[in-house]
């Protein structure tokens, strides 16, 4: 691919990007180019930082040094939520559902992002209901149809995965970050959901990390694999995995 | 596995609109109320009353907000102090008063906080503490607040300039209608669009910033609206007994709605109402047991707390599986 179709192509980047935590570097330089459209993956050992990164990216932490760019506009100073406004919506490690409220309400509350604000204290929720259909919908889509009236808490952690997920694709982002979105899930359970990431990754585009490196393999169009807070390889699945240095610091770190 | 698409919605999927037992709660306890007066003294049922919706305003932000104010006396005292001053040294009507009270606890609210919503969990108590004890040290040594006296002999005046609110009986019926439409008030926004928002912060904040929700101006707002209803209740409480005084800006009154509201179950409707009554009606007709009030309240709490955590409310709404 030439170097300036690529260029244009690059819905997130970071240059640089940098996290201390007193004393303790947990993200290092690291230097990342999402292209528009693509599955890309973060891969790497427990603690290399991938997690920081996504909390970075999103403004969940504030970055030690560097900066970020989303659709060519520096983000490097916007809010979290500003962020999210913009169209990149990210999912979390440990998962993150709303416990208390219902499967259906857990996606409508996300759909309800379209109203605005929502400060009308006034008015009755039954406005919402509008977006109960299309809830119901997306409910299904991941397959907890039988559970749209369960609360979300009470939910097996699979359920919890794949009820986030529709939650995040509710807002129809344009760029989604996953933070491990199969672990802890059965087999069937991977298997639908790689299907979906597949299936929704048609108009958008999906940064995400992921353990399972049979999905990451199948899925991702591009990898980055991170040790130690930075950088160690990039490229295609198979070009990282030959990498000698990953190998190695897959092995290190004890895995595979 | 393949589900079929359902045809239609599962009725409780979505939460929405009055339950009909919440409806029916609602008439039930306006129908006791209503016949309360003839039985028990007004002037009990109104403290009853009041501290019924002080501890509503704190289960909004508590229970659906997710906040643990430790300091909402600070609200409920400053309301007491206008509300009284402005009825005794102006001369201003019983619904200007009030009106002005409430007012006061807006503005207090708004300015506390917007600090501290700053801070989460127990930072957030203890920073709403310590305004409330800048609040109570400003009570203490203010000119108009009279002091340790407090002020006293607060007349209660004429609703609209022709209600003779003197007659306890009259009072009654007007704190019924006010304390009536706080509750329906604190209902609504439970229930509003704004409320679903509040319930997906209180269960995961950072998820809400990830959908791309302001989280700290929902948290303001709600924060403003309960020290405003607390507010409410300290106007109201001062005129019934035409007494504002340390008392209500006192710790110990942050202390007791929390009580109140954990005793009858946080995060229900009904719970903080049980709670205000169970307390009250203990300090009432235990009184003649001094300081060993305050022991019992202190066993009933570590009783509640180890036997029902989710309040008394709570449990009930378990066992009959319906949110009340
Ligand atoms: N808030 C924090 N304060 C101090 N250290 C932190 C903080 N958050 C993360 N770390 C450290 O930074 C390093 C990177 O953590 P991070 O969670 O980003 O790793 P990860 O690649 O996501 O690992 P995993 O695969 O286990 O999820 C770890 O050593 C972690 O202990
Ligand atoms: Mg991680």
């Known amino acids: ?256 | 596995m393949a589900v079929d698409a359902p045809a239609t919605l599962p009725n409780s999927a979505a939460k929405v609109g009055a339950p009909r037992h919440h409806t029916l709660v609602f008439f039930a306890l306006l129908l006791i109320m209503l016949v309360a007066p003839f039985v028990l003294y007004p002037v009990f049922l109104m403290k009853v009353m009041c501290f019924a919706l002080f501890a509503s305003a704190l289960n909004l932000l508590l229970g659906f907000g997710g906040l643990l104010s430790f300091g909402h006396a600070a609200y409920f005292g400053i309301a007491a102090y206008v509300s009284a001053y402005t009825a005794k040294v102006w001369g201003l009507p019983p619904e200007l008063a009030i009106l002005l009270g409430t007012a006061a606890a807006a503005v207090l609210g708004l300015l506390i906080g917007a600090l501290a919503i700053r801070r989460q969990g127990i930072y957030f108590a203890m920073v709403t503490l310590a305004f409330a004890q800048m609040v109570y040290f400003f009570s203490l040594q203010a000119p108009f607040t009279g002091g340790e006296d407090g002020i006293q002999a607060v007349p209660r005046g004429r609703l609209f300039g022709f209600i003779d609110l003197a007659n306890d009986l009259t009072f009654y019926f007007v704190v019924l209608a006010i304390v009536t439409g706080g509750m329906l008030a604190i209902y609504r926004i439970i229930h509003s669009p704004f409320g679903q928002v509040l319930k997906a912060i209180r269960d995961n904040e950072p998820r809400s910033t990830s959908l791309g929700y302001k989280v700290d101006r929902y948290k303001l707002a709600v924060f403003v609206m309960s020290a405003t209803l607390a507010g409410l209740a300290g106007a109201i409480k001062a005129l019934v007994f035409q007494l504002a005084s340390l008392t209500d800006v006192h710790w110990t009154m942050s202390g007791e709605v929390v009580l109140m509201t954990l005793l009858g179950g946080m995060g229900t409707i009904f719970g903080p109402l049980v709670g205000a009554a169970v307390i009250i009606g203990m300090q009432n007709y235990f009184a003649s047991f001094g300081a060993w009030v305050t022991v019992l309240q202190g066993m009933i709490f570590v009783i509640s707390v180890l036997l029902f955590r989710e309040g008394i409310v709570g449990v009930i709404s378990r066992w009959i599986k319906k949110p009340l």
């Open chain 1, 1 to 256: 691919m030439s170097t300036a179709a690529a260029k244009d192509d690059i819905i997130l980047s970071a240059q640089g990007l940098t996290k201390r935590f007193a004393g303790f570097v947990a993200v290092n330089g690291v230097d990342l180019a999402v292209r528009r459209g693509s599955i890309h993956a973060l891969i790497g050992p427990n603690g290399a930082g991938k997690t920081t990164c996504f909390n970075l990216l999103t403004k969940f932490l504030q970055p030690s040094a560097g900066a970020i760019r989303f659709n060519g506009r520096d983000i490097t100073s916007l809010s979290p939520a500003a962020i999210a406004r913009l169209g990149v919506i990210r999912s979390f490690q440990i998962s993150a559902v709303f416990p208390r409220l219902t499967v259906l309400e857990n996606v409508r509350i996300a759909l309800q992002r379209r109203r605005g604000d929502s400060f009308d204290f006034w008015r009755s929720e039954k406005v919402l209901s509008a977006f109960d259909e299309d809830a119901l919908r997306r409910v299904d889509e991941v397959g907890l149809a039988d559970y749209a009236a369960a609360e979300a808490g009470d939910l097996s952690y699979g359920r919890k995965r794949a009820l986030e997920i529709a939650t995040t694709l509710a807002l129809e982002p344009e760029l989604m970050l996953l933070d491990e979105p199969m672990a802890g899930m059965g087999q069937e359970d991977v298997a639908r959901i790689s299907a979906l990431i597949r299936r929704i990754s048609a108009n958008r585009t999906i940064l995400m990390v992921e353990h399972n490196l049979s999905v990451v393999a199948d899925l991702s169009d591009r990898i980055t694999v991170l040790a130690r807070g930075e950088v160690l390889a990039e490229g295609t699945y198979e070009e990282v995995s030959g990498d000698a240095r990953v190998i190695e610091a897959y092995i290190g770190a004890g895995h595979e």
